[in-house]
């Protein structure tokens, strides 16, 4: 990794935004990892981000501390965002050691320097106020989705004409020419999780004409968390944002020794799209889900399926800079 620039501030209002980077209306739907939680960070530095609502899927978290966490992060960065708790369930639970990473999120002494309140769910459901969002933007949605697809199939399943607000979904999601991260009993390895917790739900949203970017494995893969990335926070130590983007990373350490498998800036990768687009390299896929049999929750290559517009390469350089520029400038 290249040194990061030390241009903007950690505390200033927006930074990371490349110059002619477009404004977008954006829900963002995550389910409360570390990575999930600095995608959000990251969302509420970018200038081109009208941020109108924030649902909390519980896959890999628990959702009240997923929930919790999202509206400390808010509160800490002076954002007034509305933030909804799902409540759908995946057919495929994630594994609890790794849903428990939300509470220690949560309980950062970054979050809490105001007391440790949990604040209550918003009434209705994620799934019933991601519709009235969608409904009540000023302009053409951006949907990012760093976790399941669980709410905007919901919507799409029964509010069909609100596929005409969505102007593109953005998924963090997939495997395509690459293992998948799905080791359970009667798995075959090719799933992904994100896909894997409710393959049902991805398959009714590949089924519908709303254009998808996608971010799988193949890609994000390519940019791990390393103890090097994580000193650069280190360095920055001072300031709300980027002692809250440090902690988040240093929660991912231990990942490899305990599952096999590395954490990566899958999340962060798939969020950094929103504000410079030529990080990563696309092309047009088609592609299917698989729902059933040892192998659901994989998304397959498929000459009759649907286009999908993929991320098939990443500069891992300019990744990384973009994320220390947005999060801890002066990390040097």
């Not at 909804?84 to 509470?103: C, E, K, Q, T």
């Not at 963090?172 to 080791?183: E, I, P, Q, R, S």
Request: net charge negative; hydrophobic share 40%.
């Amino acid at each position: 990794m290249t040194d990061p620039p030390t241009t903007g501030t950690a505390t200033g209002t927006a930074t990371g935004t490349a110059p002619g980077a477009r404004r977008r209306h954006v829900v963002f739907d995550h389910d409360g990892a570390p990575d999930d939680l600095l995608a959000l960070l990251l969302l509420t530095r970018y200038e081109n981000v009208d941020l109108r609502g924030v649902a909390v899927t519980p896959a890999d978290c628990l959702p009240a501390p997923g929930l919790s966490a999202t509206r400390k992060i808010l509160a800490l960065v002076g954002r007034d965002v509305p933030t909804a708790l799902g409540v759908l369930p995946g057919r495929n639970p994630f594994p609890l050691a790794w849903r428990i990473d939300a509470l220690r999120a949560d309980a950062l002494p970054v979050l809490n320097q105001r007391g440790r309140t949990v604040p209550a769910a918003q009434a209705p459901p994620a799934h019933e106020q991601f519709a009235t969002w969608l409904a009540q933007a000023p302009g053409p949605v951006t949907v990012l989705a760093t976790g399941p697809l669980t709410n905007i199939a919901w919507c799409l399943k029964h509010h069909p004409r609100l596929a005409a607000r969505i102007e593109e979904i953005v998924f963090m999601g997939g495997a395509l020419d690459v293992a998948g991260n799905v080791h359970q009993p009667g798995h075959d390895g090719t799933g992904e999780w994100n896909v894997y917790w409710d393959p049902d739900a991805v398959k009714c949203v590949f089924d519908s004409d709303v254009p998808i970017t996608m971010f799988p494995l193949d890609v994000t893969n390519r940019v791990p968390v390393t103890a090097d990335f994580v000193e650069i926070f280190g360095r920055a130590y001072g300031e709300h944002v980027s002692d809250l983007a440090g902690s988040l990373l240093a929660l991912t350490f231990g990942t490899l020794e305990t599952t096999g498998l590395p954490y990566c800036c899958w999340d962060s990768l798939t969020t950094s799209y929103l504000a410079d687009q030529d990080i990563c390299t696309f092309e047009t896929v088609r592609c299917d889900v698989v729902t059933r049999s040892a192998s659901q929750g994989r998304i397959v290559r498929s000459a009759g399926g649907r286009a999908v517009r993929c991320a098939r390469s990443v500069d891992a350089d300019r990744f990384y800079r973009h994320f220390v520029t947005t999060l801890a400038p002066r990390g040097r």
